[in-house]
């Protein structure tokens, strides 16, 4: 039986389905915040937060976009898992509403206070996930419970970053507690994804060597990852934990080399996705070696290998994957696609590439500015998309997220 995809409403069309709010904000949010981050790391400008200005930059980064995205993928996901319209009209403008004020309050957190700051900005992920757990609850979809583990690791580390900024004046735990379950995330939800859109089009363009399906070996991946990233959150200076993630990363390359992504060059829609999960292992790698060698290998390195690399890859290669499959496009990268990548993967590789050489200003601010123009190339190239109907009646929202039925 068809499943209805919207609800009929008077509500615009950004409004019909939660990938279309919260893609559109996180990329205008992840664009101009790291355009305002330059002035004020040079001491240029100030914010009016609490937070110390690395404070701020990184909780936006993670707790801010990073937030939004999930909320936009899983607010899509979840219908096609559990057969239940979607979080539509009103109630998603509520939750894009308690995004915004979270913004504003870690912004303007000198003048509110920190308790106030933390409890506004908390309410988000905390209402995302409740309302995720209740869909999925509902709908009897026990298996997908488990992507909201991340999802509440993520809500808890943005709990825990403003006590810890607050008492310590610095996060610590936090930071990579909320990197790590970003990690978590796309171990999880890139694992399912990522060989099935590459099944899919080998199948369809380039017969031969299919991505090996999911089994034991990625569990163990999954799980081996989960325990180095909490060693890694908790106890980072420690040989063992550098052990633990140099081992997840050569499990995660192993299982990238399974997925056959070598064969698909000939579409960038596909082979960016490959290319963002490159950089789990790359990041895992990076932080075993900084536990193990501090002097020699600057943390910084690792940090912005899983953040900026394999968050920043991943999250936007699905934003424009998901637009133009749910609002009735081909699935083609095109220029504007080709140019937005290119932008990511290079802030990415400048950015790592500035952890190692600090001295060298000009390495951080051209990251900056590839990382600037990749997301607001999003909202320019694709932002229209979202603020529009389906171009084609008929076809339900749900297309791309269709694959995701299964994460058991």
């Given amino acids: 039986m068809a499943i209805p995809r919207t609800r009929p409403g008077n509500y615009p069309a950004i409004l019909s389905y939660g990938f279309r709010p919260f893609f559109l904000l996180g990329a205008l949010h992840a664009g101009v915040s790291i355009l305002f981050w330059l002035p004020v790391f040079y001491g240029l400008l100030d914010t009016a937060s609490s937070f110390a200005p690395v404070d701020w930059h990184i909780h936006e980064m993670l707790f801010g976009y990073l937030a939004a995205i999930v909320t936009g993928f899983l607010l899509t996901a979840i219908p096609n898992w559990t057969g239940r319209l979607p979080v539509q009209g009103a109630p998603l403008l509520g939750l894009a509403l308690l995004w915004l004020a979270g913004r504003l309050a870690v912004f303007f957190s000198v003048q509110i206070g920190w308790v106030a700051a933390a409890v506004i900005d908390s309410a988000f992920l905390l209402a995302v996930a409740a309302s995720a757990a209740t869909e999925i609850c509902v709908g009897r979809n026990w298996r997908n419970l488990k992507v909201l583990a991340p999802v509440s690791v993520l809500f808890a580390a943005n709990l825990l970053f403003h006590i810890e900024a607050h008492y310590q004046g610095l996060s610590d735990v936090s930071r990579r507690l909320g990197i790590g379950a970003a990690i978590l995330l796309i171990t999880i939800i890139g694992g399912r994804i990522i060989p099935s859109f590459t099944r899919n089009w080998l199948v369809r363009e380039n017969p031969g060597r299919l991505p090996v399906p999911f089994a034991r070996f990625d569990a163990v991946a999954i799980g081996l990852s989960a325990v180095a990233l909490v060693a890694w959150a908790f106890l980072p200076d420690r040989s063992g934990t550098g052990a633990m993630l140099i081992v997840a990363a050569l499990f995660n390359g192993a299982r990238l080399a399974r997925w056959a992504g070598d064969r698909t060059l000939r579409d960038p829609l596909v082979f960016i996705l490959h290319l963002a999960y490159a950089f789990v292992p790359i990041g895992l790698f990076l932080a075993g070696l900084a536990s193990i ?92 998309m979202l603020l529009r109907r389906r171009l084609r009646a008929g076809e339900g929202e749900g297309r791309m997220f269709g694959k995701l039925r299964s994460t058991g």
């Fill in 293 to 384: 060698f501090p002097a020699d290998i600057p943390v910084a390195a690792a940090v912005h290998a899983l953040s900026a690399g394999a968050i920043g890859c991943m999250t936007l290669a699905v934003m424009v994957r998901a637009t133009l499959g749910h609002t009735g496009r081909e699935l083609h990268a095109g220029i504007d696609g080709c140019m937005v990548f290119g932008g990511v993967l290079l802030a990415a590789i400048l950015r790592i590439c500035a952890a190692f050489h600090p001295e060298q200003a000009i390495l951080m601010e051209a990251s900056a500015g590839s990382w600037a123009l990749a997301f607001l190339g999003y909202s320019a190239f694709f932002g229209g």
